[in-house]
């Protein structure tokens, strides 16, 4: 635990350091850079029981379809990935700082490497990853140059979490905006199958707003 803050006064101030970002929003890549640079991390979905969960399924579905290599875009500070069980691992992200922490927090582990996504070299893996990232492109190009790089980069399985549906909340921050990301696979990625919807166990319908996700799992394979 960090000393210089308590546990409820590190929340405390990230929340503030969120509020203090997104006041300055102006893109998407933008803004997760100074959110991280400013002390932020990747947000509640990275953590606690949100986190537990969104492991327990990809684990499981590594293990049980034999999966090989994994690449990621988004992959965030790394806290969740060090709930992972994962083979050889590349995670791209769009900020510096994110990637040092990343680095850091696995240095002594050989099978991850970290990368800016500007350092994107076509590489290709076996499970392409997208955890909580596809409502937080607010721009329509970024979009859909993120989506085309996720299902590109794979060569067996596409896993998205994320929630699936136009309609924005009240009061939305400006860094979200959540979109029917399935319509677009449907229309431009006509190589790929839904194979598996998991529904999320801590979805805002059972546990409300403060404590659950809107986002569920989507699995998709190569036809």
């Not at 992200?93 to 099978?111: G, H, K, P, Q, Y």
Request: glycine share 6%.
């Amino acid at each position: 635990m960090n000393k210089k803050y308590p546990l409820h006064d590190r929340a405390k101030r990230i929340c503030s350091v969120i509020a203090r970002v997104g006041k300055r929003f102006s893109t998407s890549e933008e803004y997760w850079q100074k959110r991280y640079k400013s002390g932020g991390n990747s947000g509640a979905g990275s953590y606690l029981k949100l986190a537990r969960f969104k492991a327990e399924v990809l684990n499981q579905f590594i293990h049980d379809n034999k999966v090989n290599s994994v690449i990621e875009f988004g992959s965030g500070d790394g806290s969740q990935l060090k709930l992972g069980e994962y083979p050889p691992y590349i995670g791209f992200d769009v900020s510096s700082d994110a990637i040092s922490l990343c680095r850091e927090n696995f240095v002594a582990d050989a099978s991850k490497h970290f990368k800016l996504v500007s350092e994107y070299r076509g590489e290709v893996a076996e499970l392409s990853l997208s955890l909580d990232v596809i409502y937080h492109l607010v721009e329509d190009e970024v979009f859909e140059q993120y989506m085309s790089r996720l299902f590109n980069s794979s060569s067996r399985y596409v896993i998205i979490y994320s929630s699936d549906h136009d309609e924005q909340e009240r009061f939305q921050p400006p860094h979200v905006k959540h979109r029917r990301f399935s319509g677009w696979i449907d229309k431009n990625q006509s190589g790929w199958k839904l194979i598996e919807h998991i529904p999320n166990e801590y979805s805002l319908a059972n546990v409300g707003k403060a404590n659950g996700s809107s986002a569920d799992f989507f699995i998709y394979e190569r036809r």
